[in-house]
């Protein structure tokens, strides 16, 4: 997002080129066209689902530590617990409604 800290961004996406190079992972072929136009069914698309992804992964924790892989989950947990506590206009024109 717009919100990434930049040198976390750029070492992640580092961390995952030399990854591919040094596994000697094939990248499947050539995309051609607007690679955006449909939804990849093998990423998460919800945070939490993202979030538990990113705590069960390993390949992450090899390049920067299982202890802040934890500490970065767990703290984008206690943020997006604290946002979904909050109620929106959109939830209370929802449910509180008698259309």
């Given at each position: 997002?717009?919100?990434?800290?930049?040198?976390?961004?750029?070492?992640?996406?580092?961390?995952?080129?030399?990854?591919?190079?040094?596994?000697?992972?094939?990248?499947?072929?050539?995309?051609?066209?607007?690679?955006?136009?449909?939804?990849?069914?093998?990423?998460?698309?919800?945070?939490?689902?993202?979030?538990?992804?990113?705590?069960?992964a390993?390949?992450?924790?090899?390049?920067?530590?299982?202890?802040y892989?934890?500490?970065?989950?767990?703290?984008?947990?206690?943020?997006?617990?604290?946002?979904?506590?909050?109620?929106?206009?959109?939830?209370?024109?929802?449910?509180?409604?008698?259309?």
């Open positions: 997002g717009a919100d990434a800290n930049p040198y976390l961004a750029l070492a992640s996406f580092f961390a995952g080129i030399h990854h591919g190079l040094v596994k000697q992972l094939d990248p499947g072929p050539a995309w051609h066209g607007n690679a955006g136009e449909t939804r990849d069914p093998g990423l998460p698309f919800r945070p939490l689902r993202a979030l538990d992804r990113m705590a069960g390993t390949g992450l924790a090899s390049y920067f530590g299982r202890a892989v934890s500490a970065y989950v767990g703290c984008k947990m206690a943020e997006l617990d604290k946002f979904e506590s909050k109620i929106s206009a959109t939830e209370y024109a929802w449910y509180m409604t008698t259309d």
